[in-house]
């Protein structure tokens, strides 16, 4: 068993080149940069590099090139320098074909490799080796770079080396692959002498068996003489090679050596935790409540020179080549001035008003972004990250961030990088010198600076602060060992991040266990840079440090955190403030024992109450004593010093107008369709309605029938319908700035058993019926919204039927309540009276059956003969603090004996507790049989609860479309943990009658929910 010799690749970077991704070469190996690559084709598969040489000079680089003017990032020679005196044998399993290849070689048949000591553009340029042979075929080269020696500039050893490149051939039209490169420190124990009898110079190949037939590694010399050849098998990746020779120039079938070198692995370790994209504690997640994860174009404050901007999906891999399925990205084309993008996920002018970044906290960026299109860094091939510091006017500009793309995939490009060390561009490139200091109030990204429209897109910007620890830290890993070596894992800190110099915190783990907690009780509080070394007894097999320290700071709490459910509201008034628009609600969410205060800076704006405990609400009002016609804006604050990301803040928005001059409502009934036939039983009622000062109400009438007597309008009143928070975001995304916009829809549950007989069929609820919606503001304007005439047919019903009585329709309930409903369903059939066919659903979810089979009076009265006519009524208790405070769907699902179903009663309603935490969660739902989402997402829809399931698939863009009926009901079982609606780009809570638990999304719509919905789970 030979020790494998310590690899460059594998030691700097955990990860050798072994040709399994992209990221094994540098980038200008990929792109139209200088020098030019003069490659095509080129593919990354099992394990080996593939292209075509398309002039007489083909290269590929090992080591990227620090880029002048360029931010230090990522996998570059000034950050991972190659130790030229360590570091001297360079060895590549590599194989040539096409034209013009000959055995012995012809002219332009050799390799060479490039290097630098001082980036690639060094006084003199770079320095380049002695040409040696190379030939058609699998081989396997070794060669000693000092005694190589150099045709031009310093010779390998005399510096650190920031660059390699490689030259496989002087030909065009070549087909290259290669299998891996290795470069490693020269150990004369690793070498072993090869030795064969028999006369003539022979070919010397390795094979990993001993069937050539099947193929081979590769040959590593050619017409040896003297019947012993020297190899450095320390040098060759992890394997099992066996000997082969032939008489050179033979193509016979070789001897094999009786036995094989047996190659040991480099285990690798990659720390996980501290993680390299920093804590959990990222400033949009905490601090806006909102993580710039593009799932909405609100996690984008403003942009200049871009267009066509969406959120949208796209078939992405990350720089190493894997593939990660549709990704969902904010994208994009720079316009009008081409080359300078501007993409502000905070601008000073927005939420940068209110949120600053403090970088102090704030420091470790992650981001994720990408172009498609040739690699070239002359031309625009280079992003920026670009902050303003609040009190300043001008703002710090990073040097250039080099992309990583490629012309015919959407490559994923995650930029790490330490924000107090990244570099600024000289001034006055960089017209502010102040760097990642104080508090930034404006923070944007340049996604490319070429002059011709470019589409770009990005998948999210984090901003995190360094993991915390108090009394421990679990230290976590990735490790890898192919060999048979059985090394154990120590530990380190040390305070600098360098030189593997530091104090020990464990020895003799197991790497394979994957995590150590650490006692951090006894350590001052500090920074600790952490690092593991992997030991075979006294030698140091592997070592790395992790990315970033973490901070020891014993007196850190975490903290919990407080969210707003609004973040604007539109008011609207008369001068003499005689009409005004209501009190608006904003709910706190946050942990149960939390104190928070609410303050206002306007005199004409009030807020009620001013402090609270917990989950709650408080309301904004506008008083009277206005100026003349104006817009005018405030701010409402919310701190609290027990959460993280205090203060909060709502921004309210006011036009006062001229008494007089207010508008009449603007709206539309929506549904039922007009003259639609055959309705029974339930049916809903619904539309929109908004005003600029505020919709009192929306009333249902209808035409009189017979000798009825009608209102003073001609019409009999039926009820008013009810406005629900939520339930129409394209209303809401079409009307943005008028009050009250969020609570647009309205809705009725309309019980046709109870109209009066008009025809058709003898009995209530049969005949021709025509419904007027009339939308009443507060300052006294009346319009009606529309009419739809319906004709009913409950005489020949086929469902059961009836309504919920408790909660009323927009009712605002508390603590345990009971809800009551009735359910009838025609002759012959009868609905089980143990009520087992009855099942109690709120959000979607089911919560149990009702106690049924109760009289009552005016149920017997009104419907009998039915064979539950005098045990119509059921009843159920629900415990609300179960469930968050807001808006929430109640309904009943009805089965008879025959197995005919329906939903009845559907119904919105709202429940208020103090001190509900947001996750209140629906903890009494009953556990019904779910399948396993093995292939994706599946749907069930209806009201059938043991219906199979249905696949999803989804659009070409990685969207799924699911289409409900009115008052449907739907499961998505999907394994999220989380979701959010997105109303005009901004993300919002999941829709009422929706309802998210063991990874499956319920939803049960009511009355005034129509239109599209965007969800993003």
């Not at 020779?245 to 047996?262: C, F, L, Q, V």
């Not at 316009?335 to 996920?345: A, L, M, R, T, V």
């Not at 650490?518 to 500090?526: A, C, E, K, Q």
């Not at 319908?721 to 916009?741: C, H, I, K, S, W």
Request: aromatic residues 12%; glycine residues 10%; negative net charge.
């Amino acid at each position: 068993m030979y020790r494998a010799a310590d690899d460059y690749a594998t030691l700097a970077f955990q990860d050798p080149w072994d040709m399994n991704q992209w990221t094994d070469l540098g980038w200008y190996t990929f792109g139209i940069d200088q020098p030019y690559s003069s490659l095509t084709n080129i593919n990354f598969s099992g394990g080996i590099f593939s292209a075509t040489s398309t002039t007489s000079n083909p290269n590929f680089w090992l080591l990227d090139t620090y880029t002048l003017g360029s931010a230090p990032l990522g996998k570059i020679g000034s950050l991972f320098p190659i130790d030229s005196v360590k570091y001297r044998r360079f060895l590549i399993r590599m194989n040539l074909s096409g034209p013009g290849l000959t055995n012995p070689p012809a002219a332009g048949q050799s390799a060479q490799l490039l290097w630098s000591n001082n980036s690639l553009y060094q006084a003199g340029g770079p320095s380049t080796s002695n040409a040696f042979f190379t030939y058609p075929g699998w081989w396997v080269y070794s060669v000693d770079l000092p005694t190589l020696g150099v045709a031009a500039n310093a010779s390998w050893s005399s510096h650190p080396v920031d660059s390699l490149r490689f030259d496989p051939v002087y030909l065009s039209a070549i087909n290259i692959s290669v299998g891996w490169a290795r470069l490693v420190a020269d150990d004369p124990s690793l070498y072993s002498q090869i030795t064969w009898t028999g006369s003539g110079p022979v070919d010397i190949f390795l094979d990993n068996d001993t069937n050539f037939g099947n193929g081979y590694v590769g040959q590593i010399a050619g017409s040896a003489t003297g019947n012993s050849y020297q190899f450095y098998v320390g040098g060759l990746p992890k394997g099992t090679y066996y000997v082969a020779i032939r008489p050179a120039g033979s193509t016979s079938t070789p001897a094999y050596s009786p036995g094989a070198w047996m190659v040991n692995d480099i285990p690798t370790l990659v720390f996980t935790s501290p993680s390299p994209e920093g804590s959990a504690d990222d400033f949009a997640t905490v601090q806006l409540n909102n993580a710039w994860d593009m799932n909405a174009l609100s996690d984008i404050d403003y942009t200049i020179n871009a267009a066509g901007l969406s959120i949208t999906n796209i078939a992405a891999q990350d720089e190493a080549g894997n593939p990660l399925g549709n990704v969902r990205v904010f994208a994009g084309t720079t316009s009008q001035n081409f080359g300078d993008p501007e993409i502000f996920p905070l601008w000073w002018w927005k939420r940068g008003l209110d949120y600053r970044i403090d970088t102090n906290r704030y420091r470790i960026l992650s981001l994720k972004w990408g172009i498609v299109g040739n690699r070239d860094i002359n031309n625009g091939s280079i992003g920026r990250i670009i902050w303003k510091v609040n009190g300043e006017s001008v703002e710090n500009v990073s040097d250039d961030i080099i992309l990583r793309h490629l012309p015919n995939a959407n490559v994923i490009q995650n930029v790490i990088a330490d924000m107090k060390t990244l570099r600024l561009e000289d001034p006055p490139g960089s017209p502010s010198t102040t760097g990642w200091n104080g508090l930034v109030d404006g923070f944007r990204i340049k996604p490319d600076e070429f002059s011709n429209p470019t589409n770009f897109y990005i998948q999210s910007v984090k901003l995190s602060a360094l993991e915390r620890a108090t009394s421990s830290y679990t230290i976590q890993w990735n490790y890898s060992n192919q060999g048979s070596a059985a090394p154990t894992l120590q530990l380190y800190w040390d305070s600098t991040g360098s030189g593997f110099a530091g104090n020990l915190i464990a020895s003799s783990l197991s790497p394979a266990a994957g995590s150590y907690a650490w006692n951090t009780s006894v350590l001052p509080n500090g920074t600790y840079y952490i690092y593991g070394r992997l030991m075979n007894g006294n030698t140091v097999m592997n070592q790395a440090y992790a990315r970033w320290p973490i901070v020891v700071d014993h007196s850190y709490q975490i903290l919990p955190t407080m969210a707003l459910d609004r973040m604007d509201v539109w008011f609207g008034a008369t001068n003499n403030g005689s009409t005004v628009t209501g009190p608006q609600t904003v709910q706190v969410i946050t942990a149960p024992g939390v104190s928070w205060s609410v303050s206002s800076n306007r005199s004409f704006m009030t807020v009620s109450p001013a402090s609270g405990v917990g989950s709650g609400t408080f309301t904004i009002s506008i008083q009277g004593g206005l100026p003349s016609p104006a817009s005018m804006d405030g701010v409402v604050t919310v701190t609290s010093t027990g959460v993280s990301n205090s203060p909060q803040y709502v921004h309210m928005f006011l036009n006062v107008m001229n008494s007089g001059s207010t508008a009449a409502p603007v709206g539309s009934f929506d549904t039922p369709v007009n003259n639609v036939t055959g309705v029974a039983g339930n049916i809903p009622v619904t539309g929109w309605a908004l005003d600029d000062i505020e919709i009192l109400k929306v009333q249902i009438w209808r035409d009189p029938v017979g000798s009825e007597s009608p209102a003073a309008n001609g019409l009999i009143y039926i009820a008013d319908a009810t406005f629900v928070a939520g339930a129409r975001p394209d209303v809401q995304t079409a009307y943005p700035n008028y009050p009250l916009n969020d609570r647009a829809g309205w809705g009725y549950m309309m019980l046709t058993n109870f109209l009066p007989n008009n025809g058709v069929a003898p009995g209530p609820g049969n005949g021709v019926y025509k419904l007027h919606a009339i939308a009443i503001d507060r300052d006294g304007h009346t319009v009606e919204l529309g009419t739809k005439t319906i004709s009913c047919d409950n005489a020949h019903a086929t469902k059961p039927f009836g309504t919920i009585d408790t909660p009323g329709q927009g009712a605002t309930v508390s603590g345990t309540i009971v809800n009551f409903g009735w359910a009838l369903t025609q002759q012959p059939y009868v609905i089980p009276t143990d009520g087992s066919t009855i099942w109690v659903t709120v959000d979607g979810q089911v919560l149990g059956h009702p106690v049924y089979n109760q009289y009552r009076s005016d149920i017997a009265t009104s419907f009998p003969g039915y064979a539950n006519s005098t045990g119509a009524v059921g009843y159920h208790f629900l415990d609300t603090t179960t469930l968050t405070n807001g808006v929430h769907n109640i309904g009943w699902l009805v089965y008879d004996n025959a197995g005919r179903g329906d939903g009845i009663g559907s119904r919105f309603f709202s429940v208020l507790n103090s001190g509900t935490g947001p996750t209140a969660a629906l903890a009494e739902a009953m556990e019904l049989p779910t399948t396993e989402a093995t292939g994706g997402v599946r749907l069930r829809r209806g009201y059938d609860l043991y219906r199979e399931p249905e696949p999803l698939i989804p659009d070409n863009d990685g969207t799924m479309t699911v289409e409900m009926e009115e008052l449907g009901r739907i499961e998505l079982q999907l394994g999220a943990t989380a979701g959010h609606l997105v109303v005009n780009g901004e993300r919002h809570p999941l829709p009422p009658g929706s309802s998210l638990k063991g990874g499956v999304f319920y939803y049960q719509l009511a009355p005034g929910c129509l239109g599209v919905y965007p969800l993003v789970f």
